[in-house]
C-alpha cells in the first residue's frame, strides 16, 4: 500500500491507471468503512481511499476540532484490507487558499440534514468534487448511513456530467442493530444502551407500513414521541421517496424512513429502507 500526502505525487501515481475505485473517509474508520473498502474491492483496478477531515462541513470549530483523528490505526485497518493508495493530504494542500469557489447543491440539500446542519452539504459537495478532480476515478463508493449524502452525490455526478458511477455500501450495524458511526464512541455506557431505540423506532415504522399501515403522519409522530419520553432530542424523524426525498406517498412503494435525534450530547442518524404495495 502507497500512501500519498501532496497531490502531485498522486496524479504520478494515478496517471497509467486505467480503473480507478475511490472511497473517500474522514478517517477513524469502523468497519462500516471497511465495508466499503471491499465493495470496492470486488472490482478490479486501483483502489484508492481518502483520509481528510472536512473543515468545510464542521458547522463549529469546536466540531472540528473534536472530531477523531486516528490516522496511524486506519492506515493499518485500509493496508490490511488491500487499499492500493491511501491519500491523506493536509488542509493547505486541499485548501492552499481560502475557499472562495463552493458548490451550490440544490433545494435536496436544504431538508432534513440541510435544516440542522447549514451549509453541510455545500462543505461536503465542494469537496468531494475536489477529490473526484484530483483522484478522477470511474467508480466511488458511499455508505446508505449517509443516505441524503448518497443522494446528493449521485445528483452532483449527474447534474456536472461526471464520468464517476456512484455505488453505495448497506449500513454495518452492531448486534444490537445500533449503526456503526464514529460518533458512537462518544456515548457513555447508559447512553450506548438506550441509543438503539432510534433504530427501533424506525424498524416499527417499517414493519408497520409493509404491514399495510398508510397513516404516516401518525407513524412519524409516534416515533418522535416515544423518543422524547426517553429523553432524547429529536431533529426529525420522516419518511420519504428514496430517490427524490420527497415526502412520501401512499402510492410509492419505494421508501425511506430518516431519524437525527440528540442523546446527551451526541448526534444520532440512521434510515430505513422501505418496500411494500400501499
Given amino acids: 500500500m502507497e500512501i500519498i500526502t501532496d497531490i502531485p505525487s498522486l496524479r504520478l501515481r494515478l496517471k497509467s491507471e486505467h480503473y480507478v475505485v475511490f472511497v473517500p ?23 484508492v481511499s481518502s483520509i481528510f477531515v472536512n473543515r468545510l462541513q464542521f458547522g463549529q470549530t469546536s466540531d472540528f476540532d473534536q472530531y477523531p483523528r486516528t490516522l496511524k ?4 485497518s485500509l493496508e490490511k484490507n488491500g487499499v492500493d493508495v491511501v491519500f491523506a493530504p493536509t488542509e493547505e494542500d486541499i485548501y492552499p487558499v ?20 447549514p451549509r453541510f452539504f ?22 446508505k448511513k449517509d443516505y441524503q449524502q448518497l443522494c446528493i452525490m449521485r445528483e452532483m455526478t449527474r ?7 456512484i455505488g453505495e455500501g448497506e449500513t ?13 464512541r462518544f456515548l457513555n455506557k447508559e447512553e450506548r444502551a438506550e441509543a438503539v431505540c432510534l433504530f427501533q423506532v424506525l424498524s416499527k415504522i ?24 426517553r429523553g432524547w432530542d429529536v431533529d426529525y424523524i420522516a419518511l420519504r421517496q428514496r430517490n427524490t426525498l420527497a415526502p412520501a406517498q401512499v402510492n410509492n412503494g419505494a421508501l425511506v424512513v430518516l431519524g437525527a435525534a ?13 418496500s411494500a404495495e400501499i
Fill in 159 to 165: 447534474q456536472l456530467n461526471l464520468s464517476i458511477e
Fill in 122 to 143: 455545500s462543505g461536503v459537495a465542494t469537496l468531494v468534487l475536489k477529490l473526484f478532480n484530483l483522484v478522477q476515478p470511474q467508480l466511488a463508493i458511499f455508505g
Fill in 73 to 76: 490505526e486506519d492506515l493499518k
Fill in 25 to 47: 473517509t474522514m478517517g477513524n474508520l469502523h468497519e462500516g468503512h471497511l465495508s466499503l473498502i471491499q465493495i470496492a474491492k470486488q472490482k478490479s483496478g486501483c483502489l
Fill in 262 to 274: 440528540k442523546l446527551g450530547e451526541t448526534r444520532l442518524i440512521d434510515n430505513l429502507e422501505i
Fill in 206 to 229: 417499517k414493519l408497520e407500513i409493509e404491514a399495510g399501515n398508510k397513516n404516516f403522519e401518525k407513524l412519524q409522530n409516534d416515533a418522535r414521541e416515544t423518543l422524547i419520553s
Fill in 172 to 184: 454495518v450495524r452492531a448486534s444490537d442493530g445500533l449503526a456503526l458511526s464514529s460518533r458512537n
Fill in 98 to 117: 481560502h475557499q472562495e469557489f463552493i458548490i451550490e447543491p440544490p433545494p435536496l440539500a436544504n431538508i432534513l440534514e440541510g435544516e440542522f446542519r
